[in-house]
């Protein structure tokens, strides 16, 4: 199994089937603008400029579960744009726990709990996807970015 059978909304009401990135890793994060962590958004754009042209994405998922999210997905992912630099794709606001999570994020949690639940407890939790679309590390909201380098490269060798 892999995350390729789910399909998501971009910001701009666009859908898609993750199949689209099929054969290249992608870092999947929760993100939040108003949460103290939102300036990883600069790193994690630094990830990825760094490693785009080997294909590698990040794809940010916004959640107002935490209630630090605006209410709009495309002033979310404007304020990511002009406040943080992102180019990377941002998704319309989605649950990422419960009932209503996002299909994606409840396969992405039972794939790789957390320390002590599945549940994601925090905005920028992150997932590491290999190119075959399986999960291979969770990292907690408070891992810097810059410190996933290592298991990005590792998926290059």
Not at 128 to 153: H, M, Y
Request: overall charge positive; hydrophobic content about 35%; some cysteine.
């Amino acid at each position: 199994m892999s995350i390729y059978k789910f399909e998501v909304t971009l910001e701009n009401g666009e859908n898609y089937q993750l199949k689209r990135y099929t054969g290249r890793p992608l870092l999947i994060v929760n993100t939040a603008t108003k949460c103290g962590l939102a300036p990883q958004f600069e790193k994690l754009e630094q990830l990825y400029q760094s490693y785009r042209d080997k294909g590698f994405v990040v794809l940010g998922f916004p959640s107002n579960q935490f209630h630090q999210e605006v209410k709009d997905s495309q002033e979310a992912a404007t304020a990511c744009r002009t406040t943080y630099g992102v180019t990377f794709p941002m998704h319309q606001i989605s649950d990422v726990n419960g009932d209503k999570a996002l299909p994606l994020f409840k396969y992405l949690t039972a794939q790789e709990s957390g320390l002590v639940t599945k549940a994601i407890k925090w905005n920028f939790t992150k997932f590491l996807i290999n190119q075959r679309g399986e999960v291979i590390k969770r990292f907690a909201p408070t891992t810097d970015p810059l410190k996933i380098k290592p298991a990005i490269e590792h998926l290059f060798d």
